[in-house]
T-cell receptor, first 114, second 111 residues
Framework: NAGVTQTPKFQVLKTGQSMTLQCAQDMNHNSMYWYRQDPGMGLRLIYYSASEGTTDKGEVPNGYNVSRLNKREFSLRLESAAPSQTSVYFC?????????????FGPGTRLTVL | DAKTTQPPSMDCAEGRAANLPCNHSTISGNEYVYWYRQIHSQGPQYIIHGLKNNETNEMASLIITEDRKSSTLILPHATLRDTAVYYCIVRVGASGSRLTFGEGTQLTVNP
């Protein structure tokens, strides 16, 4: 099992450009999550999907959209990138069938917006 | 979700036990205590979790006080590779619930 995979690993954008961060998991998990982590800080939840076909906002959803394409894939889209969105983005998944199951995290995407 | 308080940093000698404290005085009866760690900007890694009873796995032990207002993560024989930021998180044990990360404790294991 690859676990949680994210593409790309690194990305540099100019202000106003758009891009989509991809996330996939091969553990048949129901729930998936997108976080961002700014330097020296803990992770903050952007959006999550408790199950296929549903998405909900987290703490910091402004400037982002998400798509739960199928059970395996959960993408994060920046429509018009801003320097404030420079961050490391982590995707995570959780089985969701047991209320106390743990989250598994991907390796992250390092995004710089100039 | 209940808020947690952790010391910002701790040091530990290699080979000794590392005891990381966490206060969660407003924890509710249906909230679990989770520990994750993050090594040098990698994705966070799950360590252990518990509700009321003490728990042990191959990585660590979790001691939860009887009133559940605080807990301690114990790494029994710390190695240099255990240097990381450790996050204590409390979360409702429901399928749609989320993790809320604080700033964690930077543990440095010294040779």
């Amino acid at each position: 099992n690859a676990g949680v995979t994210q593409t790309p690993k690194f990305q540099v954008l100019k202000t106003g450009q758009s891009m989509t961060l991809q996330c996939a998991q091969d553990m048949n998990h129901n729930s998936m999550y997108w976080y961002r982590q700014d330097p020296g800080m803990g992770l903050r939840l952007i959006y999550y999907s408790a199950s296929e076909g549903t998405t909900d906002k987290g703490e910091v959803p402004n400037g982002y959209n998400v798509s739960r394409l199928n059970k395996r894939e959960f993408s994060l889209r920046l429509e018009s990138a801003a320097p404030s969105q420079t961050s490391v983005y982590f995707c995570a998944s959780r089985s969701g069938t047991s209320g106390d199951s743990e989250q598994f995290f991907g390796p992250g995407t390092r995004l710089t917006v100039l | 979700d209940a808020k947690t308080t952790q010391p910002p940093s701790m040091d530990c000698a290699e080979g000794r036990a590392a005891n990381l404290p966490c206060n969660h005085s407003t924890i509710s009866g249906n909230e679990y205590v989770y520990w994750y760690r993050q090594i040098h900007s990698q994705g966070p890694q799950y360590i252990i979790h518990g509700l009321k009873n003490n728990e042990t796995n191959e990585m660590a032990s979790l001691i939860i006080t009887e009133d559940r207002k605080s807990s301690t993560l114990i790494l029994p024989h710390a190695t240099l590779r255990d240097t990381a930021v450790y996050y204590c998180i409390v979360r409702v044990g429901a399928s749609g619930s989320r993790l809320t990360f604080g700033e964690g404790t930077q543990l440095t294991v010294n040779p």
